[in-house]
C-alpha cells in the first residue's frame, strides 16, 4: 500500500466551478499535511498547509483535514483557467519526522 | 527576499560520468533538503541537512551524496550516471529547525544519454 495516494485525474472542471481533490494517507501517526501546486515543467509552489482536523481556508482556496478517516482534501472554489497544473499532497509524520512524502498529483484541468 | 536558487537549469550528461547540482536556500533558512521527480511522479527524498547535519536519507544508491556548507547552500552529486537518473532535481529549503513547511528552488534537470 502506498503510503500517500492521489488520484492521477485529469479531473477536470468548468471554470466558476468547485474542484474537490483528495488525498489519502497511511500512516496513523501523521500530524503534518500540506498541498502543493506544480505548473507543467516548474518546480512545486507551496498552497495550503493544515495540521488540525477541520476546514482550513485561504482565499479560493480549502484544505479539509479528517484524521479519523486519514484524508485530507483540497477545494477550489471558482475555479480558474489559471488553477489548470498537478496538485500534489504530502504528509509529514509526528515522529521527529521533518520530511514529506508526497503523493503522485493530480492533474486540473479547468475548462473556460 | 531571493526565494531557493538552484545551479544550473538544464544539464545533459553522458552515462557513468559525475554531476554537482547546487542549491542556495531562502536567506535564514537551515534546512535543505534533495528530491527527485520523473514525470507523473510525486517528488521522492533524497537528502535532508540542518545545521549542515544529515537529517535524513531516503533510499537512493550510494552513487548519490551531498553536503551542506556553512551558509547553508547544498551540493547534491552524483557518480556514474545512469539513463535512470534522468529527472528534476528539486532543492526545497525550511525556515525553522521545527517548521514543517518546505519551499521550492525552480529545479535541475537533468538528461542522462
Known amino acids: 500500500q502506498k503510503e500517500v495516494e492521489q488520484n492521477s485525474g485529469p479531473l477536470s472542471v468548468p471554470e466558476g466551478a468547485i474542484a474537490s481533490l483528495n488525498c489519502t494517507y497511511s500512516?496513523?501517526?501523521?500530524?503534518?499535511f500540506f498541498w502543493y501546486r506544480q505548473y507543467s515543467g516548474k518546480s512545486p509552489e507551496l498552497i495550503m498547509s493544515?495540521?488540525?482536523?477541520g476546514d482550513k481556508e485561504d482565499g479560493r482556496f480549502t484544505a479539509q483535514l479528517n484524521k479519523a478517516s486519514q484524508y485530507v482534501s483540497l477545494l477550489i472554489r471558482d475555479s480558474q483557467p489559471s488553477d489548470s497544473a498537478t496538485y500534489l499532497c504530502?504528509?509529514?509524520?509526528?515522529?521527529?519526522?521533518?520530511?514529506?512524502?508526497f503523493g503522485r498529483g493530480t492533474s486540473l484541468i479547468v475548462h473556460p | 527576499d531571493a526565494g531557493v536558487t538552484q545551479s544550473p537549469t538544464h544539464l545533459i550528461k553522458t552515462r557513468g560520468q559525475h554531476v554537482t547540482l547546487r542549491c542556495s536556500p531562502i536567506?535564514?533558512?537551515?534546512?535543505v533538503s534533495w528530491y527527485q521527480q520523473v514525470l507523473g511522479q510525486g517528488p521522492q527524498f533524497i537528502f535532508q541537512?540542518?545545521?549542515?547535519?544529515?537529517?535524513g536519507r531516503g533510499n537512493f544508491p550510494d552513487r548519490f551524496s551531498a553536503r551542506q556548507f556553512p551558509n547553508y547552500s547544498s551540493e547534491l552529486n552524483v557518480n556514474a550516471l545512469l539513463l535512470g537518473d534522468s529527472a528534476l532535481y528539486l532543492c526545497?529549503?525550511?525556515?525553522?529547525?521545527?517548521?514543517?513547511?518546505?519551499?521550492f528552488g525552480p529545479g535541475t534537470r537533468l538528461t542522462v544519454t
Open positions: 504530502a504528509v509529514m509524520t509526528a515522529r521527529g519526522s521533518y520530511i514529506p512524502t
Open positions: 500512516d496513523r501517526g501523521s500530524q503534518s
Open positions: 493544515i495540521y488540525s482536523n
Open positions: 536567506s535564514g533558512h537551515k534546512s
Open positions: 541537512y540542518y545545521e549542515k547535519e544529515e537529517r
Open positions: 526545497a529549503t525550511t525556515g525553522t529547525s521545527s517548521s514543517y513547511e518546505q519551499y
